[in-house]
Structure formats: structure tokens, C-alpha cells
């Protein structure tokens, strides 16, 4: 019997292993999607909140109104994937949140969802009347999270951004919910300039949909003539105290519609009572933050409400309000926040209001 030698077995070929590489074009914390050029960060946080108001008829920082200790929970994780292509770069942006408030638990939802190319960009994000992604110096209102009485609001948009040489400026339509005239959006538009001593910035804001007096008062249509508001804003930091800065801001609304002061805690206050959005036709705020430590900072903040809107028109009340706050922030470890904050409320002709929480929070 002839001997054959046994077929020899061929092992195959073990797969090329692309180990995830760090992305250092935009900043910490990306990587590159295996197999592609576009860099993702993931971030996020978890926070413990609890916090309480004098009194029970006025809705304290969180919108509760009780006589009681309100407790919350928030959930927040951020997707950014960017990469560069001829146009600039190509970016988009999603964020997940989910609260829960001691009686039910929040459903998770896209609570941002944006891209942008180069300047143009678009999706659901902050309205450029609040908030820009060139300029943060002009950025919300105050130095607490709260931010005081600044028109914090978020809406679907298409806008333009450009940032040259400490210039910066944005063009944003928004989303009216097809009020009005339907095809017509509400517009934002954002001028600046930001340097190392600080930055200076102008809004005006056209709400399209806004009907005035004719419309709630009269029962009937209003003519959609529109609402303008307008805001001015200072920065100046302070020398040689990195992170401590000085902030003046003034507002105006020409009646209670998309922009103003509305969404603050004094606004949520009035429009509890009012029945509006809370907006006056003049605000000023001013604050004051400063970084004691590299893990202690707090900040103080005043806002002045002149003459308050009837809810949903151009009718004045004539009555006069204010805000007064004081936030602490304590850093122990890394990414790891102790955050209080304090604020007192008062409307003419109302009894004042203080609420507060102490807030828990770690970042990643």
C-alpha cells in the first residue's frame, strides 16, 4: 500500500486590526471612526438636582409650584462628528437627554440635532437670538447656569455663521410653526467682535408671526405686522484673573412675542399670573463672575424689567420688575461640579420670591 503525505492545512490570513486613533484637529476628547477621516466625540453628564422656592404660587427655577423640596435627575450624552472637505468643515451635532423629576421618568429624546458646512448651518439648536456657535462671548445672559432673563429658547433654524479676525456674525432664520404668513420665518441676526480684553454684540430679532393688540384683544386677526426686539451686550474681562469678567446687557421688545427677556425664572413668575410670555419692553442685566481658585469661582447678577406686556400683545401693564442672584461653583476633582445658586424675584404689586438648588454633577 502506498503512503501518501497528508495535504497541508492553510491557515488564513488573521484581519488587518485598525486600532482607534486619536483625533487631535479639533480639540480633546475625538477619535476617528475606524475606516474614515471624520473624528467623533463623545460627551456628556449626569446630574442630581434639588431645589425649592419661598412660595408655592410661583414656579421656582425648575417651572414646580410647591412648598416642598422638588428633586431632579438629568441625563445628557452628545455625539460630534466632524471632518474637513473643500467646502470647510462638514460637522454634525446630536444630543440625547432625559430627566426625571420624582414623579414620572423622562423619555429619552433628541433634544439638539444639527449639521453645518462651513458657515451655513442647520436642524433644531438654540436660536441665534439667545445663543451662537461663533462669539461665545455673546452667548446667553448672565454667569449662572440660570442665566437670568435672556430669551433662552431652542428652535429649528437655517442660518449662516461667519467668524474673521475677532469678527463674528449670524443670519438665522427660525421656525414659526407656520404662524403667520406661513412661508415667512422669524430672522435673527447676530453682529460682534471678540478680543482678549472681552467682546461687544448686537442683536435684532423680527418675530413674523406676532399679531399685537388686534389679535388677543379683539377677538379677530391681527394685520401680522411683526415684533422687534433688539439687544446690546458688553463684556470686558478683568486682567491678569483668567476666567473672571464683567457682563452688561440691555433688551428691548416692542411687545410680548417670540423675542425679549422671556424664559427666565421672573418671566415664568409674570407669565404664571399674567398669562404671558414675560416680556418687558426694556431689561438691562448686569453680572459680575469671578475665579477665586483654579476650583472655586462664584458670580452675582442684577436684571431690571421695565414696563411688562399683557400676555400675547403690544399692551403695556406698566408694571415694573426684578432679579437678583448668586451662584457658587466648587470643583473638587476633575469633571466632577458643586453648583449652587440663589435667586430672588419681585413684580410690583407682587410679594418677592427666592428659589435655589444645589446642584451635583459629573461631566465626561
Aim: one cysteine or more; proline letters at 3%.
Amino acid at each position: 500500500m502506498s503512503a501518501y503525505a497528508a495535504d497541508a492545512v492553510m491557515a488564513p490570513e488573521p484581519e488587518p486590526i485598525e486600532y482607534v486613533r486619536i483625533c487631535d484637529v479639533y480639540g480633546a476628547g475625538f477619535f476617528y471612526i475606524p475606516g474614515t477621516q471624520t473624528c467623533l466625540r463623545i460627551s456628556g453628564y449626569v446630574r442630581y438636582q434639588i431645589g425649592t422656592s419661598s412660595d408655592g404660587e410661583t414656579p421656582n427655577y425648575n417651572g414646580f409650584a410647591v412648598d416642598a423640596w422638588d428633586k431632579t435627575v438629568r441625563a445628557r450624552l452628545n455625539f460630534d462628528a466632524r471632518s474637513e472637505t473643500e467646502w470647510g468643515t462638514l460637522r454634525s451635532y446630536i444630543r440625547f437627554q432625559a430627566s426625571w423629576n420624582g414623579v414620572n421618568d423622562g423619555p429619552v429624546r433628541a433634544d439638539q440635532a444639527w449639521l453645518s458646512l462651513g458657515g451655513f448651518r442647520a436642524g433644531y439648536s438654540e436660536s441665534a437670538w439667545a445663543d451662537t456657535v461663533v462669539g461665545d462671548v455673546a452667548t446667553t445672559g448672565s454667569h449662572s447656569d440660570n442665566s437670568m432673563s435672556y430669551g433662552d429658547q431652542q428652535r429649528a433654524i437655517m442660518q449662516y455663521n461667519f467668524e474673521r479676525n475677532g469678527f463674528f456674525g449670524v443670519l438665522s432664520l427660525e421656525d414659526d410653526a407656520l404662524a403667520g404668513e406661513g412661508y415667512m420665518p422669524d430672522v435673527v441676526g447676530v453682529l460682534g467682535y471678540a478680543a482678549g480684553w472681552g467682546g461687544v454684540w448686537g442683536r435684532v430679532g423680527y418675530a413674523e408671526s406676532f399679531d399685537g393688540s388686534s389679535y388677543v384683544l379683539g377677538g379677530v386677526p391681527g394685520t401680522n405686522s411683526g415684533g422687534f426686539a433688539g439687544s446690546l451686550g458688553l463684556q470686558v474681562n478683568v486682567p491678569n484673573m483668567e476666567g473672571s469678567s464683567f457682563r452688561l446687557i440691555g433688551y428691548y421688545a416692542d411687545g410680548d412675542h417670540t423675542y425679549g427677556t422671556l424664559h427666565g425664572p421672573a418671566a415664568t413668575a409674570f407669565e404664571t399670573i399674567n398669562g404671558g410670555n414675560g416680556n418687558s419692553e426694556w431689561s438691562i442685566l448686569a453680572s459680575y463672575g469671578h475665579q477665586f481658585t483654579d476650583t472655586f469661582g462664584a458670580s452675582v447678577g442684577y436684571q431690571h424689567f421695565s414696563d411688562f406686556y399683557i400676555g400675547g400683545t403690544d399692551v403695556k401693564t406698566g408694571l415694573d420688575g426684578h432679579s437678583a442672584e448668586l451662584s457658587l461653583v466648587w470643583v473638587p476633582v476633575t469633571d466632577f461640579e458643586v453648583r449652587s445658586e440663589i435667586q430672588h424675584d419681585k413684580i410690583e404689586t407682587l410679594s418677592g420670591t427666592v428659589s435655589g438648588y444645589l446642584r451635583f454633577q459629573r461631566s465626561f
